[in-house]
């Protein structure tokens, strides 16, 4: 078996619990250094979690022999940078979602990926949790016959960091950082799980809009888009909504029934079928990325076959540029 000894370029929360302990939890893979510009932060990661190393240059951590895997957990404009970095080194790499902060720069990635033939995967983690799996399972097994229409429904209030001076927003905030605003941040996980379900999206347009201008990007995205399959779907997330506004839905309707769920709050599924209403509980592990890292380091030792890759991944971000009018 192939011992996986993982680099972290990157230490911030994600890590912190929804990943980092992951990587530990899995026969064959141990973290060996972490990576922060703040060498404050990396050393704390590193004594926290009984890490060995810590570094404050990517570079150096990537070129310690003794890392032969890299985790990328910085914001999305350095993900194609380090990713590549990594993979011309000959060092495999998991990249936080979204891949990149454009279509453009997954393409790079991409490229340097098959030219390397060194694999790079995307931390899409819903994908493989088993919330997911249930809701993919129903929706495949035609419980509620043909499907004829998706929607996305998403509103949040402001968060108290957004109404901060222009100079200390969070890099969420930031397009030239992140992308985007929040959308570029969640509608990924969204977008990504209802391509896995019907596949790739190849027509995609958006109309945005700054409507509490509390930051410069946008507040709110209304999108329709059409998968390969032909089906088409449809929208709408506001950052910047009333508390009782509150909403976190995907609804799916089909020939025979109707099936809605979660995606950040995983509440129970609910089933509309002739029978009735059903609701569905499935429970997620501790550390959400588990299941996805497992295949990723089951992968690299040649024991499984994990599809969360940068291929994969790249049309979540040409179906978010065309949304957002990037071209």
């Not at 404050?56 to 951590?61: D, F, H, I």
């Not at 896995?196 to 347009?205: K, L, N, Q, T």
């Not at 508390?243 to 976190?248: P, Q």
Request: net charge negative.
């Amino acid at each position: 078996m192939k011992i996986l000894k993982w680099g972290f370029i990157g230490c911030g929360e994600v890590t912190e619990k929804k990943s980092g302990p992951a990587f530990s939890e899995v026969p064959g893979s141990s973290v060996e250094a972490v990576m922060s510009r703040s060498e404050e932060k990396a050393r704390s990661y590193a004594e926290r979690h009984g890490i060995k190393k810590w570094y404050t240059a990517a570079q150096e951590l990537i070129d310690d022999p003794d890392v032969n895997a890299i985790y990328i957990a910085t914001p999305p404009s350095s993900h194609a940078t380090f990713a590549i970095m990594a993979m011309k080194a000959g060092k495999p790499v998991y990249v936080e979602k979204p891949l990149a902060a454009s279509y453009e720069d997954c393409a790079r990635v991409n490229r340097v990926s098959e030219q390397t033939h060194v694999p790079c995967f995307v931390a899409y983690y819903r994908r493989y949790l088993p919330y997911f799996q249930k809701v993919k399972s129903i929706i495949c097994d035609g419980v509620i016959g043909d499907i004829v229409s998706v929607q996305i429904r998403f509103a949040v209030p402001p968060r108290d960091l957004d109404y901060s001076h222009p100079e200390n927003l969070p890099w969420r905030l930031q397009p030239d950082i992140a992308g985007g605003g929040y959308f570029y941040d969640l509608a990924p996980h969204q977008l990504d799980l209802l391509q896995d379900i019907f596949g790739v999206i190849i027509e995609a347009h958006g109309i945005c809009s700054n409507r509490a201008g509390l930051y410069q990007v946008e507040d709110s995205v209304s999108a329709c888009f059409k998968f390969e399959n032909g089906l088409s779907g449809s929208g709408s997330w506001c950052f910047v909504a009333y508390e009782s506004a509150k909403e976190d839905r995907i609804e799916v309707v089909g020939t025979k029934g109707q099936l809605s769920f979660s995606v950040f709050t995983y509440e129970p599924i609910t089933l509309t079928t002739s029978d009735g209403i059903q609701t569905i509980t499935v429970p997620n592990p501790p550390y959400v990325q588990y299941p996805l890292i497992k295949s990723v380091i089951e992968h690299l030792q040649g024991l499984d076959m994990c599809t969360c890759t940068s291929i994969s991944a790249t049309p979540v971000n040409w179906a978010m540029d065309r949304i957002l009018g990037k071209f």
